[in-house]
Structures are given as structure tokens and as C-alpha cells.
């Protein structure tokens, strides 16, 4: 899916009411409609609605679901600066509320004195993505207020004080929901932690923008979902034998930290490489044997790896436990120097490289490497925030031609070409270690079955993500282990298998 930016989705609509056709008005309409199909299979067992309008067209979103949840016999009372100019379909809206005698229509300033009980929901239609500045006055105490009842919230768009595009103030008062029902697209910031946390769960609206224009317009922020995946992944052939499916070596471990090197091996082993080696310190043959009887063993060293070695014909997968010891920074970085194909490379490995600002230029073209922000600063030096982050990011995968797997709530995959694409899949219980072997294993097991780097990257980090969530419908986002998400990757396969044969 494209992710657009406010002023694209505000060009989507005119297109929309031009083009398909249809009246703007009617497009309101429909929006709102949408939000009352949600909110009545969702909040069924609340009965009165609390709805906050603005003077512009989201207000007038908010008046229309405001009648219509009237309509399916809900209580309603709508607070609006009543004297206020609004937009032509704001006041259209607003017209065809005032005439509905059961609805209260009150002034912004009288939610203070209004009883919010416990089936009371709060619905923001201020500002949505028309606001270009931080509120002030009457609507940032407005917001404050409401921000501090405990009542369910849910915001129509974009929660009111959060801008669509960009990071807002540290200081901004901004409306903390705990579901965002959003029209057609993810907004960006939807995507980043700074702000994020404002919108809860966010809900994707379809409300049939014209497909003409979506098709046509371009971006380089995309969100990876179930439609980009489904165009990736290959069912396997019946046709075929391990060498169809590649050679994939794990380098890690060291004294201590096998475990790392066992997690990434299994998750190579489980995602369908072909031939599975893990490249590691003699101390950890007979866990990783053990625990991993169907990868075959390379000895790498005693009690650290200090002997890489160079094999044209493999992918690698390189950092798990690995440690950062002189003789295995010495080795590794020699490594780099006579190896050019493109490879993973994750935690030890990113540690060693960052030791000199020169070694980056030893990453092989086109490899996939997988920083969480702390590793990323290591590399590239500190930013302000994720959104500088990501642009400092963009800059050095094209720089150094290489694909940057920026590891967070909601991962990005950062392209040479200057591509972003988010992962939407995952939760709170990958926050582990271990979970980053995980995903490093994935990747170098994809990318062995000859799925392209970027390919290898999406799908990866996606299938990661979708592995988590059964994961955590087994055991907790509290409880579940890196372990327990390998163990649900047969159910992701069989999901994805499904799909695709559904779809012949």
C-alpha cells in the first residue's frame, strides 16, 4: 500500500469527486458511513457518543457520523464553536444535524461541565489532517482536558494536534486516542514511535478513492502489506530439491552467547533454505548440533570465531552472538575485503563495523543489514529523532548501495533507490533478545532461495512480524519467546500457501 502525504490524499479526493463522479458532499457521506459501520460492530455496548467538530471538513465528517450514529438510536451530543465559519460541507452537515431534535448541540467550552460516565465515547472530528500548526487557546486546553478522562477515544483521520507528514513539537498538545479510524492510506506518522503513540490502534477505511489515481500518483513510502507480500512469495515447486533452495551460512556465536548462532540456524533451517551451515566456535558444537541435528557444522574457532571463511556459492548470515574480539574483527573485516557478494549482517558484526568509519565501505553492494536505532548511531552517528533517523538512513543506503533493515515498532526497509516501506505486522513481544537472530536468519534463508534483496527484506521482515502476533495469541506478548515465534512459522507458510492457491 502508498503512503501519501495529506496534501496527495487532499488531491485524491478532488480527483474522486472529478473523475468518478461525485459530489464532495457525498464523499463526506460516505466517509462517515465507513466510521459508523466500525464503531457499531466495535462499541456496541456503549450508548452514548461524545462528538468534538471542527469548523473544516473533518468537523463535518464528525457531524455526519454524529447523525448517523443518532440514527441507529444512540445518544449523541455534538460540542462545536457553533458562530464558527465552516466549510460548505461542514455546513451542510451541521444544517442537517440542527434540524434532528434529539441530538444536543453544545458549545466547545461546556465540555468541562459535561458528564462523561463510563459508556460515554469521546469521538475527535476537529482538525484531522487541516492542521498546519500546534493548537493553542480554547483547543489545546480542550485537548488537555479530554486527554485526561478515561473514557474510550477515538479520533476520524488523524487525532486532532498530530500533524499528517512530519514529527510535531515535543510541547504539542495533541489528542491521545485509543483508535484511529484513517481514510484509504496509512498517514507517516502514524509509523514512528514520537508519534505514534498518539494514534492507539489505527483502522484503515476504504472509501473507494478513484484507483486511477492511486495507481498513478507516486511515492517512496509504501506500508508492507498482505497485497506486497502476496506478490513476493513463490509456492514451492513439486518439481524441485534442496539445491533449488540455496546454501545458507550462520556466522556467530561465541563462549557464552551460542544461543544467538542456535536461534538464527533454526529460523534459517524453518524458513526453507535448501542447505543450512552455521559457521562457528568449537565451544558451541554440540548445542548447536544438538539443538540444530539438520545444519551442518563449521568450525570457526575455540571459544570465539576468529577464521571466516570465504565461500562464493553460500549466503551469509553474520553477527548473531559473534562478540567483538580482536582476532574476530581482524578476521571478519579481512573477510569483508575479499567477499562481494551481498550478505546479512546484524548485531556483532555492525559493532565491529562501526569501530571505523572506513570499514563501511567494505559492505558488499546490495546486502541487507539490520541495526536497531542504537546500532544505527554506532554506524551513522546520532539524530534528533526516528524521522531524521530515517531520512540519515535513506541517504547512506544510496550512498553505500546497500539495503538498511531499520529495526523498531514499525520497521523500515530502506532501499538504494531511496524507497521506505514500513511493516505493519509484529508486537511488544519481539521486544526480546534474541528476536533480531530471528529475523537474521529469515533473511539469509530468503535470500539463499534466491529471492531478490529487497524481496528478501520485505517478505522477511513481514514474516517475522506475522510470526509474532500467533506467537502472542499462544503465550502473551509478555510471556512468548524468540523460540516460540520459529514455532509458528508452518502456520505462516500455510496462511501464505493458502492464499495463494485460493488466488489460481
Known amino acids: 500500500m502508498k503512503i501519501f502525504t495529506a496534501e496527495q490524499i487532499r488531491n485524491g479526493d478532488q480527483y474522486t469527486i472529478k473523475n468518478e463522479p461525485v459530489l464532495s458532499i457525498q464523499l463526506m457521506e460516505r466517509a462517515a458511513q465507513t466510521c459508523v459501520d466500525w464503531i457499531f460492530e466495535n462499541c456496541k455496548n456503549h450508548r452514548n457518543f461524545a462528538v468534538f467538530c471542527g469548523s473544516g471538513n473533518n468537523g463535518g465528517d464528525g457531524f455526519a457520523i454524529a447523525r448517523m450514529l443518532y440514527l441507529k438510536g444512540f445518544d449523541v451530543d455534538v460540542f462545536t464553536n ?159 530439491h534442496k539445491g533449488t533452495y540455496g546454501k545458507a551460512t550462520i556466522v556467530g556465536g561465541s563462549y557464552g552467547k551460542i544461543g544467538a548462532a542456535v536461534l538464527a540456524t533454526k529460523s534459517a533451517l524453518k524458513t526453507g533454505a535448501g542447505l543450512t551451515f552455521t559457521l562457528a566456535p568449537k565451544c558451541g558444537y554440540e548445542t548447536l548440533q544438538t539443538s540444530n541435528p539438520e545444519a551442518m557444522f563449521i568450525e570457526g574457532g575455540i571459544d570465539f570465531v576468529n577464521n571466516f571463511q570465504v565461500d562464493e556459492k553460500t549466503i551469509y548470515g553474520i553477527g548473531p552472538g559473534l562478540g567483538t574480539n580482536e582476532e574476530t574483527a581482524k578476521s571478519f573485516l579481512k573477510f569483508l575485503k575479499e567477499y562481494s557478494k551481498p550478505l546479512i549482517l546484524d548485531a556483532d558484526a555492525l559493532n565491529i563495523i562501526s569501530q571505523d568509519k572506513k570499514n563501511l565501505k567494505l559492505i558488499p553492494e546490495k546486502s541487507i543489514i539490520t541495526p536497531h536505532p542504537k546500532e544505527f548511531e554506532r554506524l551513522f552517528g546520532a539524530t534528533e529523532n526516528s524521522f531524521k533517523r530515517l531520512e540519515l538512513a535513506k541517504s547512506k543506503a544510496k550512498e553505500l548501495k546497500i539495503y538498511i533493515v531499520l529495526k523498531d515498532h514499525h520497521t523500515q526497509v530502506v532501499t538504494p533507490e531511496g524507497k521506505v516501506f514500513y511493516n505493519i505486522t509484529g508486537n511488544s ?28 527484506a520485505l517478505l522477511g521482515v513481514w514474516f517475522h512480524g506475522k510470526a509474532a502476533e500467533f506467537a502472542s495469541e499462544k503465550h502473551s506478548k509478555e510471556s512468548m519467546l524468540p523460540t516460540d515465534v520459529i514455532n509458528e512459522f508452518g502456520d505462516v507458510f500455510a496462511k501464505l500457501n493458502a492464499k495463494l492457491e485460493r488466488a489460481l
Open 82 to 240: 457553533q458562530k464558527a465559519k465552516f466549510s460548505p460541507d461542514a455546513n451542510s452537515n451541521f444544517k442537517d444535524l440542527k434540524e434532528i431534535s434529539g441530538i444536543s448541540i453544545r458549545e466547545l467550552k461546556e465540555a468541562k461541565d459535561y458528564r462523561f460516565d463510563n459508556r460515554t465515547v469521546i469521538i475527535d472530528a476537529l482538525f484531522g489532517t487541516g492542521l498546519s500548526r500546534n493548537l493553542d487557546g480554547e483547543f489545546k486546553n480542550l485537548i488537555e482536558f479530554l486527554n485526561l478522562k478515561n473514557n474510550i477515544k477515538i479520533s476520524i483521520d488523524l487525532p486532532t494536534g498530530l500533524f499528517a507528514d512530519d514529527i510535531s513539537p515535543v510541547d504539542s498538545a495533541i489528542f491521545k486516542a485509543d483508535y484511529t479510524l484513517s481514510f484509504q492510506f496509512w498517514k507517516k506518522t502514524f509509523l514512528h514511535p514520537e508519534s505514534g503513540k498518539y494514534t492507539g490502534k489505527v483502522q484503515i477505511l476504504d472509501i473507494n478513492l478513484s484507483s486511477d489515481y492511486i495507481s498513478e500518483t507516486e511515492t517512496n513510502d509504501f506500508v508492507i502489506d498482505d497485497e506486497v507480500v502476496k506478490n513476493i512469495f513463490r509456492i514451492r515447486s513439486e518439481f524441485s
Open 429 to 456: 513481544g519481539l521486544a526480546k533478545g534474541g528476536s533480531g537472530d530471528v529475523l537474521t536468519g529469515i533473511l539469509t534463508s530468503f535470500l539463499a532461495q534466491n529471492y531478490s534483496e529487497e524481496e528478501s
